[in-house]
Nanobody, 121 residues
């Protein structure tokens, strides 16, 4: 099993910044993609940003230029630096990762519990 521990959410005023962290631990041989999703009340879960094990990144259009995803492979940790936050960024942010638990096995998908980000106007 793999555990994901998220941190860094909170309440911030519009224009402010937050940095989210998500650390993976447990049965891990290798990690493929790590990503952040978000879900606001009454809305579908959406991909915010993703990063592969080679460092390729992808962002949803709404956050390009404001958010930056990065990872520390030695620590099995993914980060999301969020700048110029706006009220529409308010949501629960969930960490996602694809983990190969042992050599020769396929990847499994894991989700964190979520961390709340609230942006006041």
């Amino acid at each position: 099993q793999v555990q994901l521990v998220e941190s860094g959410g909170g309440l911030v005023q519009a224009g402010g910044s937050l940095r989210l962290s998500c650390a993976a631990s447990g049965s891990i041989f290798s990690i493929d993609t790590m990503a952040w999703y978000r879900q606001a009340p009454g809305k579908q879960r959406e991909l915010v940003a993703a990063i592969t094990n080679t460092g390729y990144t992808d962002y949803t259009e709404a956050v390009k230029g404001r958010f930056t995803i990065s990872r520390d492979n030695a620590k099995n940790t993914v980060y999301l630096q969020m700048n110029s936050l706006q009220p529409e960024d308010t949501a629960a942010y969930l960490c996602y990762t694809r983990v190969r638990p042992r050599p020769g096995t396929w990847y499994d998908d894991y989700w964190g519990q979520g961390t709340q980000v609230t942006v006041s106007s």
